[in-house]
């Protein structure tokens, strides 16, 4: 599809950017390495036992669920190349004996790219074309019954999740692409005091696409983020770098690349 520059199916809905198509040997090798630095982390990494059919975004299985306290709530994809996905999300969560709080269902569409937690009572979702009114009213719902409060911030033009715009990285750290960001949510992030570093302009949109295993501890890709990685430093954030070039042209990340269930509150 050169119109996209890239690869893609317009009636099945999937695409993937580059000059060749997806190297799947490569894209596991990226993943195995991830998945062995979160280990050597002390993350506990469960694995969803098969991808769906023709699932190839599956690897960004953040966006099937959401973590909270007690549990989780299993989301329904937007997109309908993605459909499906939620079925091997479900089925992980049993084995592993996480409490499933809530699906979604009717017309509500969510995904967890659109959604992040900023303290125990307090988180953020993006209106979007993937995360829509009716989505965020399911998810709220349970969100409120856990004592939660839910902001929701609109997201410009296409852009589909927060995730890509505000990534927390530290109890009162985070990093904002202000040019994504409505004024009223950096002016609420300000006046609680938060840290807030920017995404430098020169720096790739996706290099705020990173992911926080520890506060101030933060994964990060190797090459994309030369002028984000020295904001970062010069704040005290500790950076580990990992090659996923392959597989973020699949159009997801580090951050994407997760479903977190439990954190250590510390």
Known sequence: MPEIGGFGDPEKGW?????????????????????????????????TEKAAPGALKSTFCRDSVIGV????????LARRARR???????????????????????EA???????ALIDEKTAVCSLSVACNEEGIRQ???????????????PMPGYRIHIDGSFMMIDHETA????????????????????????????DNAFSLNCLAIAPGRVVMHATRTPRLAERLDK?????LTLDYECIELNGGGIHC??????????
Not at 109 to 115: A, D, I, K, L, R
């Open 109 to 115: 569409v969510f995904e967890g790219g659109g959604f």
């Open 175 to 202: 990093i904002i692409n202000i040019n994504e960001l409505p004024y009223f949510f950096i002016d609420r992030l300000k006046k609680r005091g938060m840290n807030l570093i920017e995404l430098p302009p020169e």
């Open 69 to 76: 306290k007690g549990g989780a709530i299993v989301t329904r």
């Open 139 to 153: 998810v709220e719902m349970i969100l409120n019954s856990l004592g939660v409060e839910l902001i929701k911030v």
């Open 235 to 239: 704040a005290g954030i500790t950076i």
């Open 257 to 266: 690349s997760t479903g977190p269930l439990a954190r250590d509150p510390n």
């Open 15 to 47: 695409y993937f950017m580059g000059k060749t198509p997806p190297d799947l040997t490569a894209m596991q090798a990226a993943h195995d390495a991830f998945t062995a630095l979160l280990r050597s982390e002390g993350v506990d990494v469960i694995l």
């Open 84 to 106: 499906g996905e939620e079925l091997m999300v479900t089925q992980a969560l049993a084995k592993a004996g996480c409490p499933i709080l809530g699906t979604l269902h009717g």
